[in-house]
């Protein structure tokens, strides 16, 4: 349970209160910020985003490995995408009993039945992953899952390499602190942002972030800083101002408060909770249909789902999504953990019978995002019992539970006291592409993000208050 390296300096006490106090200004010094949870529509208070005192190692080679499958990640989602009977064959099941699924489906035959109206498609994903642990002592990346629509922490993590630099020098350890990365995930979304801008053709049209309450702002405004730099014009709108301002002309352009738009990038939509009235879905469909280019469009938001996971680890699907790449079979393949149906039928029934007798090999997950929703040892057993007769259970996925290694790490919120934890990380790593019609004019690895979380806690990402910032150190 080492963190190698920096144990010894882990475990002095006097120095670690001394260095929390110069990490915590060095965030601020970088703007690694966040607004209060109090006040998450204001930055008259404002404070650092959460963190881990000391990066975490992370052995080499799995992360080249998880950068280099992102290409394929995101050339995956993108042929998921446009593959309307591979959708509608998958998710059959989900969208019977899922309602939130349902709703965004329904979006999509909408778009299908009268056409899009935009050929551009700008992708920004971010695919997230655990090292299991062999019992050879090595460890092997597996895929949490992949996050297709307001994918987060591009931006503070482009600024929390200098955080943890400085942290190391501070401490005496001036060649790891050589060891951590750069990192710039803000500049390659906005990158793809931009390539989407330019191709949509008009010098005069807007970027809209689509927001909500937001504590996590800054992240959001690295992007739109990268936007500026190259002059492009970026404004902040939530569902309730697109139904009150917007509307499309004849030609099917979005207009919002008279400017016309030429990317809508979601920072929100992704759980019913982001759909407060009935008006916040008719802005979705509106926008859908608009003409502008839609990160996520419908199609590319339901490719992100769990049960599209789960059916992806099928036998023979990938080879389908790639039938001259092999290779590209094999690298994503790699990364899958087991994942198992819970559809009626046979197999569904065994999925039950192997979750029900060993809980703890498994997680089971409904189709949510954000954090805190999937379900856990006993309590699987509870669900699983209360659903397993009935079509319910067809809105969960199974999955094998990950098992990475702990390690020691000090993790620094404004609301907790300083202690050692053990700590469980998972790794990030950011897709931007961009394609017109045929033709991919885009397809990139951005940038990473570690994330760190005590091991007492089995779920949660940062903005659910759980995990916190953190880089990796490569060994
Ligand atoms: P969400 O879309 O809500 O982020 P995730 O699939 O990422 O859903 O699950 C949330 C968290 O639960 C992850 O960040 C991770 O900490 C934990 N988790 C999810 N799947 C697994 C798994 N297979 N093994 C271990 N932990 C998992
Ligand atoms: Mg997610
Ligand atoms: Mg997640």
Same mark, same amino acid.
């Given at each position: 349970?080492?963190?190698?390296?920096? @144990?010894?300096?882990?475990?002095?006490?006097?120095?670690?209160?001394?260095?929390?106090?110069?990490?915590?200004?060095?965030?601020?010094?970088?703007?690694?910020?966040?607004?209060?949870?109090?006040?998450?529509?204001?930055?008259?208070?404002?404070?650092?985003?959460?963190?881990?005192?000391?990066?975490?190692?992370?052995?080499?080679?799995?992360?080249?490995?998880?950068?280099?499958?992102?290409?394929?990640?995101?050339?995956?989602?993108?042929?998921?995408?446009?593959?309307?009977?591979?959708?509608?064959?998958?998710?059959?099941?989900?969208?019977?009993?899922?309602?939130?699924? %349902?709703?965004?489906?329904?979006?999509?035959?909408?778009?299908?039945?009268?056409?899009?109206?935009?050929?551009?498609?700008?992708?920004?994903?971010?695919?997230?992953?655990?090292?299991?642990?062999?019992?050879?002592?090595?460890?092997?990346?597996?895929?949490?899952?992949?996050?297709?629509?307001?994918?987060?922490?591009g931006?503070?993590?482009?600024?929390?390499?200098?955080?943890?630099?400085?942290?190391?020098?501070?401490?005496?350890?001036?060649?790891?602190?050589q060891?951590?990365?750069?990192?710039?995930?803000?500049?390659?979304?906005?990158?793809?942002?931009?390539?989407?801008w @330019?191709?949509?053709?008009? @010098?005069?049209?807007?970027?809209?972030?689509?927001?909500?309450?937001?504590?996590?702002?800054?992240?959001?405004?690295?992007?739109?800083?990268?936007?500026?730099?190259?002059?492009?014009?970026?404004?902040?709108?939530?569902?309730?101002?697109?139904?009150?301002?917007?509307?499309?002309?004849?030609?099917?352009?979005?207009?919002?408060?008279?400017?016309?738009? %030429?990317?809508?990038?979601?920072?929100?939509?992704?759980?019913p909770?982001?759909?407060?009235?009935?008006?916040?879905?008719?802005?979705?469909?509106?926008?859908?249909?608009?003409?502008?280019?839609?990160?996520?469009?419908?199609?590319t938001?339901?490719?992100?789902?769990?049960?599209?996971?789960?059916?992806?680890?099928?036998?023979?699907?990938?080879?389908?999504?790639?039938?001259?790449?092999?290779?590209?079979?094999?690298?994503?393949?790699?990364?899958? %953990?087991?994942?198992?149906?819970?559809?009626?039928?046979p197999?569904?029934?065994?999925?039950?019978?192997?979750?029900? %007798?060993?809980p703890?090999?498994?997680?089971?997950?409904?189709?949510? =995002?954000?954090?805190? $929703? $999937?379900?856990?040892?006993? =309590?699987?057993?509870?669900?699983?019992?209360?659903?397993?007769?009935?079509?319910?259970?067809?809105?969960?996925?199974?999955?094998?539970?990950?098992?990475?290694?702990?390690?020691?790490?000090?993790?620094?919120?404004?609301?907790?006291?300083?202690?050692?934890?053990?700590?469980?990380?998972?790794?990030?790593?950011?897709?931007?592409?961009?394609?017109r019609?045929?033709?991919?004019?885009?397809?990139e690895?951005?940038?990473?993000?570690?994330?760190?979380k005590?091991?007492?806690?089995?779920?949660?990402?940062?903005?659910?208050?759980?995990?916190?910032?953190?880089?990796?150190?490569?060994?």
């Open positions: 349970m080492a963190q190698g390296i920096l @144990e010894e300096v882990l475990m002095n006490t006097a120095l670690v209160e001394d260095l929390a106090e110069v990490a915590k200004d060095e965030a601020l010094l970088q703007g690694v910020v966040m607004r209060t949870r109090e006040t998450p529509n204001s930055s008259e208070l404002v404070t650092y985003a959460p963190l881990t005192l000391f990066p975490t190692s992370v052995p080499k080679a799995v992360f080249l490995q998880a950068l280099a499958v992102q290409t394929h990640y995101n050339t995956l989602v993108d042929r998921i995408s446009q593959d309307s009977d591979f959708l509608k064959e998958a998710l059959a099941s989900t969208i019977e009993v899922d309602d939130f699924t %349902a709703r965004l489906f329904r979006i999509y035959q909408q778009i299908l039945k009268e056409g899009r109206s935009q050929s551009i498609v700008l992708g920004l994903n971010r695919s997230d992953y655990m090292l299991d642990q062999r019992d050879d002592g090595t460890s092997s990346l597996k895929q949490i899952e992949i996050n297709t629509i307001a994918a987060c922490f931006g503070l993590s482009s600024r929390t390499p200098d955080v943890h630099r400085h942290v190391l020098k501070v401490a005496g350890r001036l060649e790891e602190s060891h951590i990365l750069d990192n710039n995930p803000a500049a390659g979304l906005a990158q793809g942002i931009a390539k989407a @330019e191709l949509y053709g008009s @010098e005069r049209a807007v970027i809209v972030f689509l927001v909500e309450e937001n504590p996590e702002i800054f992240d959001h405004r690295y992007v739109e800083k990268e936007l500026w730099k190259r002059n492009i014009r970026s404004i902040r709108r939530r569902f309730d101002d697109v139904s009150r301002t917007g509307s499309l002309d004849q030609d099917k352009r979005l207009f919002i408060d008279g400017l016309e738009v %030429a990317v809508v990038y979601f920072r929100t939509g992704f759980m909770q982001n759909y407060t009235t009935e008006q916040s879905w008719d802005v979705r469909l509106m926008m859908e249909c608009s003409r502008a280019v839609k990160c996520p469009d419908i199609s938001h339901l490719a992100g789902t769990k049960k599209v996971q789960q059916v992806l680890a099928r036998p023979g699907v990938l080879e389908k999504f790639f039938p001259d790449q092999p290779q590209a079979v094999e690298l994503i393949r790699a990364t899958f %953990a087991g994942l198992y149906t819970l559809d009626m039928g197999e569904g029934d065994k999925t039950v019978a192997m979750a029900l %007798a060993e703890d090999r498994f997680v089971l997950k409904p189709q949510r =995002e954000g954090g805190g $929703n $999937n379900i856990y040892g006993s =309590e699987i057993c509870q669900v699983l019992e209360a659903v397993k007769d009935s079509t319910e259970r067809t809105a969960y996925i199974l999955m094998d539970k990950i098992h990475p290694a702990p390690v020691h790490n000090y993790l620094l919120r404004r609301d907790a006291p300083l202690k050692m934890s053990t700590c469980l990380s998972e790794l990030g790593v950011f897709g931007a592409y961009v394609r019609g045929e033709d991919m004019v885009m397809n690895c951005v940038g990473h993000l570690l994330r760190t005590s091991s007492e806690h089995s779920d949660g990402g940062v903005a659910a208050g759980v995990a916190v910032l953190d880089n990796p150190l490569l060994i």
